[in-house]
């Protein structure tokens, strides 16, 4: 790509087509390793594009490549696919047609995003070496998509070198470009936890184990665990999220079940978790006489940007709109997939704020932002693309 400067043109001339993707995808929404429907219509696009398209990747997931036939180095753009269980309430003549499902979350618009980026790019090959593989992965929300489509091997053929994604992003404002280097995100865990004590009457509790008071007696040493035991320079949060005891006023409960989520951002103190949790759990429970079983089921890891992604994508916005139009965002105790991506090659999430007055948040159902935004998004991919893949780039 001798001149990028084409690059906005070329954008705005698909703005419209752009938006219509968006829309088509938003009415199919559809949940974790469900989508289908939006799978075909990726894959479809892709090929008719002119790139090189493997589906049903670990499931739903879809990549397309773009090859230029040239010696290069490979830029992966990864989109998310799934949508959320939430009934549509936003009233849009192109709301979801899947009643219980949406995409809430904006995973629409990153697809119509990456899908648009596709199209230019092939046309502009001739003027790219290397190669950029478009990668659609299911399960974004849960129970994650990415790390199944590493194991069935879509960092290789080509080997991925640099990695980028977009996210809607309602907390910046409409266009701002939010850039960040280091951990953006927070790693996610669950754990899950029976209490076993002796059920009886409730006038009798010596003859009794209350799991449910040694249930209620784990959730505050786990609070107090990390206000005591976690460096606080290093974010925790222990979320209980359910805790399902007892069946009658007057019966002591014989077992109580807890679930809960784990975010930290540190790769030390994530690891330190299971035994800490353990051996709080089995002070608790040893100490008023109850059993437990515990399970610790690792999520997300923390979702780490690199300097060099961050610093490029920052020079390609302020050569796009100036300095006006970057902004540096809070790191939050949320979680992302991409993560996985990003412990493989290095690369960065962006974010693109579709923030202004009345405007909800992600998985509201009532989500929705001006679509203007999307063109900004394409024009970021191929500019990138333009700086790590243009025949005249180093
Ligand atoms: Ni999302």
């Not at 300097?307 to 790191?331: F, N």
């Not at 929705?368 to 780039?393: M, P, S």
Request: aromatic share 6%; hydrophobic share 40%.
């Amino acid at each position: 790509m001798s001149q990028p400067m084409d690059i906005p043109e070329i954008v705005k001339e698909r703005q419209q087509h752009l938006v219509s993707l968006r829309r088509d995808l938003h009415q199919i929404p559809e949940t974790a390793f469900q989508e289908h429907e939006t799978s075909k219509y990726v894959a479809r696009f892709l090929a008719e594009a002119g790139l090189a398209v493997d589906a049903q990747v670990a499931g739903t997931g879809v990549v397309g490549l773009l090859d230029s036939d040239r010696p290069g180095p490979c830029l992966m753009i990864r989109a998310d696919m799934d949508a959320l269980p939430v009934e549509e309430q936003t009233g849009l003549s192109f709301a979801s047609r899947n009643p219980g499902c949406m995409h809430a979350c904006g995973h629409d618009s990153h697809m119509a995003m990456a899908l648009t980026t596709a199209a230019i790019l092939s046309e502009l090959r001739e003027h790219l070496r290397g190669s950029v593989k478009f990668v659609f992965q299911p399960a974004e929300e849960g129970p994650g998509g990415a790390a199944p489509m590493i194991q069935a091997g879509v960092m290789d053929n080509p080997r991925v070198d640099h990695v980028v994604g977009f996210h809607v992003w309602p907390a910046l404002p409409k266009g701002v470009i939010g850039i960040k280097s280091g951990v953006l995100m927070a790693a996610m865990d669950r754990f899950d936890l029976t209490v076993k004590g002796a059920g009886g009457h409730g006038g009798m509790p010596h003859l009794c184990v209350d799991a449910l008071e040694v249930g209620a007696q784990v959730v505050g040493a786990l609070q107090r665990l990390v206000s005591r035991q976690i460096n606080p320079l290093h974010p925790a949060v222990v979320t209980v999220g359910r805790f399902e005891a007892g069946s009658a006023f007057n019966v002591i409960a014989e077992e109580a079940n807890l679930s809960g989520t784990i975010r930290t951002m540190d790769r030390e103190v994530r690891a330190a978790w299971p035994e800490r949790l353990e051996r709080i759990i089995a002070g608790v429970c040893g100490s008023m006489g109850a059993e437990y079983d515990l399970s610790f089921k690792p999520g997300y890891p923390p979702m780490a940007n690199a300097e060099s992604m961050t610093s490029l994508a920052r020079e390609c916005v302020l050569e796009a709109w100036g300095a006006d139009a970057v902004a540096e965002p809070e790191p939050t105790m949320g979680s992302e997939d991409m993560a996985f991506f990003l412990e493989k090659a290095p690369g960065c999430m962006l974010m693109l704020g579709c923030g202004e007055p009345g405007c909800v948040s992600l998985h509201n159902p009532r989500f929705d932002f001006d679509e203007e935004v999307l063109g900004r998004g394409v024009e970021i991919y191929c500019r990138l693309a333009a700086k790590l893949l243009g025949q005249t780039a180093g």
